[in-house]
C-alpha cells in the first residue's frame, strides 16, 4: 500500500455503510487516499476479502477506547459509524461515538465524516403524546442517540461532516421487511407511512456518497448532507416490486400504533421511527436532496435498478 496515500480508517468496514467506503476507494486506480479497515475481527472473511483488494487490516472495538486511539493514529481522516442494533442501547451508542471523537481529536484528523440521524426529540419532545416515550429519555432511540452525539463530535473541535443517511433498502432482504403473504395469499409490504414518502438508498451507496465526501475535503467540515437515492411511497414501492418479482405486491398501511404492536425487537423504535418520517415528510426529505446524493454518487441506483440487481435475494414469505 502507498504511503503517499491519505489513509481514510474506515469503522465498521465489513459492515453495510463501511464495507461500501473501503470498495469505493479500493475499486478506484486513481484514488488519494488508502483504506485501513478497522473491523473487531480482522480473520473474517469479510476482512480477508478487502485485505485482498489492498486494505490495511486492523482490530479494534468501538467499546474500546484505547483500540480506537490506535487504530486512527496516523490517519487522516476516518469514516465513523454505529450499529445500534447490535445492543439496542442508545447510551452504548453514545458512548462508542464519543470514544470516536476523542480518538479523531487525539490523532489530528483532518476530515472525519459521522453517519448520523436526527435527535427526533428536537421535533417530539419527551413530553409529546404524539407517540410513546421509549426507554425513559427518546422518541425514536437508534435516531436520537446518534443526533446526541452531533455535538460530541462538535465541542471536541473534529472537522466532522455529518451524513444524514436514510431508509435502507437492503431492509427487505435482512430485516424481515421484505413483501409477505396475507391470509388471502397475496403478498404485500407493510409500513407505517400513510400515503407520505420514504427516502431510501441502497446501503452500498451510502459508503459511495461517503467517498465523495472524502473527495471534496475538510471544507464541508460542520456542513450536514443527507443522502437518498429516491424518495417513494409505499404504493410506489410496492408497484416496483410487482414489476420486478412478476406477482402483484400491495402496500399495506398500517398506523404506527399497530406497528409498534408487531412484538419483533425494535417494533416500538421503527413504528416511532416511521411515524416521525411521516409526520415531518417535507424536512426529512427535504434534508436528503437527491441531487446533491447524485453528484457525491453519480452510480447511485434507483429503486427499480436495486431490485433488479437484487430480486434472487430477496425472501418471499
Known amino acids: 500500500m502507498s504511503t503517499e496515500k491519505k489513509i481514510i480508517a474506515v469503522v465498521g ?27 473487531r475481527d480482522v480473520n473474517s472473511d469479510k476482512a480477508r476479502a478487502l485485505a485482498d483488494l489492498g486494505a490495511e487490516l486492523v482490530a479494534a472495538d468501538l467499546g474500546d477506547a484505547d483500540s480506537i486511539r490506535a487504530a486512527f493514529q496516523g490517519a487522516y481522516g476516518a469514516y ?16 462508542e461515538a464519543t470514544n470516536m471523537a ?42 436520537d442517540s446518534k443526533g446526541q452525539a452531533d455535538q460530541v463530535f462538535t465541542d471536541l473541535g473534529v472537522p466532522t461532516t455529518f451524513l444524514l443517511t436514510s431508509f435502507y433498502w437492503d431492509n427487505f432482504i435482512s430485516f424481515g421487511m421484505g413483501p409477505k403473504r396475507g391470509p388471502d395469499g397475496r403478498l404485500a409490504i407493510t409500513l407505517p407511512m400513510g400515503n407520505k414518502k420514504l427516502p431510501g438508498i441502497a446501503a452500498e451507496d451510502i459508503g459511495r456518497c461517503a467517498y465523495g465526501l472524502f473527495q471534496r475535503g475538510p471544507k464541508l467540515a460542520g456542513k450536514y448532507v443527507g443522502v437518498a437515492g429516491e424518495h417513494l ?25 399497530v406497528y409498534r404492536s408487531f412484538g419483533f425487537p425494535g417494533a416500538e423504535d421503527l413504528g416511532n421511527m416511521f411515524q416521525f418520517k411521516r409526520d415531518f415528510e417535507a424536512y426529512f426529505c427535504g434534508a436528503r436532496s437527491l441531487a446533491v446524493s447524485r453528484a457525491l454518487n453519480p452510480a447511485l441506483l434507483t429503486f427499480d435498478q436495486w431490485l433488479m440487481d437484487n430480486r434472487a435475494s430477496i425472501p418471499i414469505e
Open 233 to 257: 411511497t409505499g404504493e410506489q414501492m410496492a408497484a416496483a416490486f410487482t414489476t420486478v418479482l412478476g406477482q402483484p405486491v400491495a402496500y399495506n398501511a398500517v398506523e404506527p400504533a
Open 102 to 143: 476523542r480518538a479523531a481529536r487525539d490523532a489530528g484528523l483532518q476530515h472525519v465524516v459521522w453517519s448520523t440521524l436526527e435527535n427526533t426529540l428536537k421535533w417530539v419532545p419527551l413530553d409529546d403524546d404524539r407517540m410513546p416515550t421509549l426507554m425513559g429519555n427518546y422518541k425514536v432511540p437508534h435516531f
Open 13 to 39: 468496514a465489513t459492515g453495510a455503510q463501511g464495507g461500501g467506503l473501503a470498495r469505493a476507494i479500493l475499486s478506484d486506480p486513481r484514488s488519494e487516499f488508502a483504506v485501513r479497515a478497522i473491523t
Open 80 to 95: 465513523c459509524v454505529t450499529f445500534f442494533w447490535a445492543h439496542f442501547s442508545p447510551e452504548r451508542e453514545l458512548a
